[in-house]
């Protein structure tokens, strides 16, 4: 489940954006409603039916953890820290792009 974390919040960080609007496309597999991820160069090294494993370039990352609660409460337990980060509730006091 750590692991699902950390892709979640990754796929914040790289701009990542739902659209769930059209039914139709919300029907069918769970990614078919994702409209356009922005992402960093990566390599896949290994890639199973259930989930992919990539390296990523050397870059700026931000990452959380959360443990001991339920995965939804966690899941917005974790973008909420990360939201305040980004909005200046960091070290330096900067707000900054997710993107």
Do not use: H, W
């Not at 701009?15 to 609007?21: F, K, R």
């Not at 090294?45 to 992919?52: I, P, Q």
């Amino acid at each position: 489940m750590d692991n699902v974390l950390i892709f979640l919040l990754v796929a914040l960080l790289c701009g990542l954006q739902v659209a769930a609007s059209d039914p139709d496309k919300a029907s069918g597999r769970d990614d078919a409603i994702v409209t356009e991820t922005l992402q960093p160069p990566f390599k896949t090294l290994s890639k199973t039916d259930a989930y992919e494993e990539r390296a990523y370039e050397a870059g700026d990352y931000v990452a959380t953890n959360v443990t001991g609660l339920p995965f939804t409460i966690a899941y917005t337990n974790g973008l909420s820290r990360l939201y305040a980060y980004f909005l200046g509730r960091n070290e330096d006091n900067v707000r900054m792009s997710r993107t």
